[in-house]
């Protein structure tokens, strides 16, 4: 069946830095592929979303590019805010097999500090 | 713009008690979800409906039931509250589904004693 991953629980990183979150994931179909993001005590809300191969999609500051080559959509910013700090998921809507569902992966927690 | 208001913020109940969930949207959509929120699971889906009266089970539905008496408002029962059910449920609704942007409320907190 269909599956997200998200290598990492956690990342801390200085602010400044490059920020990268990684996630793959597995359909044997067509496929939109998101990311959400949920501050503390927040909502989560959509960030960036894409279906297009080898496309770059970039929102408030952070990018992706779809790679059906690889399964992959990472996120990506150039440099890290104290504001970034949050809960980021990937996730993925297949076109062909689960329809209406959204599948999420297991979420990376994002900790920018001073 | 819009608004999902979900309904208690925070619910504590006893182990084997059946509560109920509410979650209404003022979107006008068609879709709606009921996700659980565990620390370090992601999100799981629990029941989704595309219309009212309609109910799709998805992955996580057993002991728990669900409600879409009214295009606005979908519900969640936990039939029988168990100590490890102890999380956060989130309602969603989106335009119909698939690649449309889901919305989320804030969620309600379970606490079984």
């Known amino acids: 069946g269909d599956s997200v991953t998200q290598t990492e629980g956690l990342v801390t990183l200085t602010e400044g830095l490059p920020v990268m979150l990684n996630c793959t994931y597995q359909?044997?179909?067509?496929?939109?592929l998101f990311w959400y993001v949920q501050h503390l005590n927040e909502a989560p809300k959509l960030l960036l979303k894409?279906?297009?191969?080898?496309k770059r999609t970039e929102h408030q500051g952070f990018h992706a590019t779809l790679h059906k080559s690889s399964s992959s959509f990472h996120l990506q910013k150039s440099s890290a805010q104290l504001s970034d700090s949050a809960l980021y998921y990937c996730?993925?809507?297949?076109?062909?097999?689960?329809?209406?569902?959204?599948?999420f992966g297991t979420g990376t927690l994002l900790s920018v500090k001073p | 713009g819009g608004i999902i208001t979900q309904t208690p913020k925070f619910l504590i109940g006893q182990e084997g008690q059946k509560l109920t969930l509410k979650c209404q949207q003022n979107?006008?959509?068609?879709?709606m979800y009921w996700y659980r929120q565990d620390s370090g699971k992601g999100l799981r889906l629990i029941y989704y409906?595309?219309?009212?009266?309609?109910?799709q089970k998805g992955d996580l539905s057993e002991g728990y039931d669900a409600s879409r008496e009214k295009k606005s408002s979908f519900s969640l029962t936990v039939t029988s509250a168990q100590k490890n059910e102890m999380a956060v449920f989130l309602c969603?609704?989106?335009?119909?589904?698939?690649?449309?942007?889901?919305?989320f409320g804030s969620g309600t907190r379970l606490t079984v004693l």
């Open positions: 969603a609704s989106s335009i119909w589904g698939g690649a449309e942007t889901l919305y």
């Open positions: 996730a993925l809507s297949d076109l062909g097999g689960s329809g209406n569902k959204l599948i």
């Open positions: 359909t044997a179909y067509s496929t939109f």
């Open positions: 979107f006008n959509h068609d879709t």
């Open positions: 894409s279906s297009t191969d080898n």
């Open positions: 409906s595309i219309t009212e009266n309609d109910l």
